[in-house]
C-alpha cells in the first residue's frame, strides 16, 4: 500500500485511543489523512493524541461514548465544524472483554451495555456521519467486528451476538447507502496483541508461548499493524469495487481443522 494515498482525508476512528484503534489512526496519519480519534477514555485519548502528534500525524481527539446518542451527534458536529466533510468513519469502539460466565449467571445489564457500545454505537455513528460522509469524493465505512462472529469460546453470547450484528449491518448499510456511493466494509480480527497500545498505565509487555504462536498457520499472533494495513486498502480508492464485505485476519486460525 503506497503512503500518502490519504492525503489531507479526514478519518475518523471510534475506539482510537487503544489498542487496534490507535495502531489505525497511526497507519491512516502516516498515510498523510487527517485523523479524529473518538474514545470514551478520556486519559487514554489524551495520550493517544501526544502520541501521534509526536509522530508528526495530524490529530485531534474527542471525547464521545459512541452508545450515548446526544454525544455522537456532539462529535459529528465537531467533525463538521472542523473539517465540513468525513472520508472515512471506522466503526472500532467496543467492549472486548466479553461476559465468561454461565448464561444463569449473566446480568442482562451487562449484556445490553454491550450490544449498545459494539452495535448500537456503530448504528448511531454511521446515521450521524451520514451527510458528512456524502460530501467526500470517495467515502467508506469499516466495521470491525470479530472472529468471535463466526466462532465462540463458551459463554461469551454478549460479545458474539453483538459482533454478529455487526457483520449483517455491514452488509446492509452497503446495500442501503449504496445511493450514496457510500461502500461499506468489515475486518474480522483474531488474536492482536495490542499490549503496546495501550495508554502508559496499562502497558504491558507481551509474553507469547510456542504454542501460542504455533498454534496460528501464520506462525505468530497478530499485531494492530496487520489491522491496519487491510484498513488502509478497503477505504482506499484501490478497493473502489469492494463493498459489503468482510476480511478476516486472524493467521488462519478459522480455516485450521481441530480434532480432540
Excluded at 503512503?3 to 475506539?15: E, P, S
Excluded at 454525544?71 to 461476559?99: T, Y
Excluded at 452497503?174 to 499490549?195: F, K
Excluded at 495501550?198 to 506462525?219: I, L, N, S, V
Aim: glycine share 10%; hydrophobic share 40%.
Amino acid at each position: 500500500m503506497a503512503r500518502g494515498d490519504y492525503k489531507d482525508k479526514i478519518v475518523l476512528i471510534t475506539g482510537g485511543a487503544q489498542g487496534i484503534g490507535l495502531g489505525m489512526a497511526q497507519a491512516f496519519g502516516q498515510a498523510g489523512a487527517q485523523v479524529v480519534v473518538a474514545d470514551a477514555d478520556k486519559e487514554a485519548g489524551r495520550e493517544a493524541l501526544q502520541r501521534l502528534q509526536s509522530q508528526q500525524h495530524k490529530a485531534a481527539f474527542i471525547p464521545c461514548d459512541v452508545s450515548v446518542e446526544h454525544e455522537v451527534i456532539a462529535l459529528m458536529e465537531k467533525v463538521k465544524e472542523e473539517h465540513g466533510r468525513l472520508d472515512v468513519l471506522v466503526n472500532n469502539a467496543g467492549i472486548a472483554d466479553p461476559f465468561a460466565g454461565n448464561l444463569d449467571e449473566m446480568q442482562m445489564s451487562e449484556f445490553d451495555r454491550i450490544l449498545a457500545v459494539n452495535l448500537r454505537g456503530p448504528v448511531l455513528c454511521a446515521k450521524y456521519a451520514l451527510a458528512l460522509l456524502r460530501q467526500a469524493e470517495h467515502p467508506a465505512i469499516l466495521n470491525i467486528t470479530s472472529t468471535r462472529a463466526f466462532m465462540s469460546e463458551p459463554d461469551t453470547f454478549a460479545y458474539s451476538a453483538s459482533k454478529g450484528g455487526l457483520e449483517a449491518l455491514t452488509h446492509s448499510l452497503a446495500v442501503s447507502l449504496a445511493p450514496d456511493r457510500i461502500r461499506v466494509n468489515a475486518i474480522a480480527p483474531g488474536w492482536v496483541e495490542t499490549g503496546a497500545w495501550q495508554k502508559e498505565k496499562e502497558r504491558y509487555e507481551p509474553q507469547h508461548t510456542r504454542e501460542d504462536k504455533e498454534q496460528h498457520p501464520a506462525g505468530r499472533v497478530g499485531e494492530p499493524q496487520d489491522i491496519a494495513e487491510a484498513a488502509l486498502f478497503l477505504c482506499s480508492g484501490r478497493a473502489g469495487f469492494i463493498t459489503g464485505q468482510h476480511l478476516v485476519i486472524d493467521g488462519g486460525m478459522t480455516v485450521k481443522m481441530i480434532y480432540t
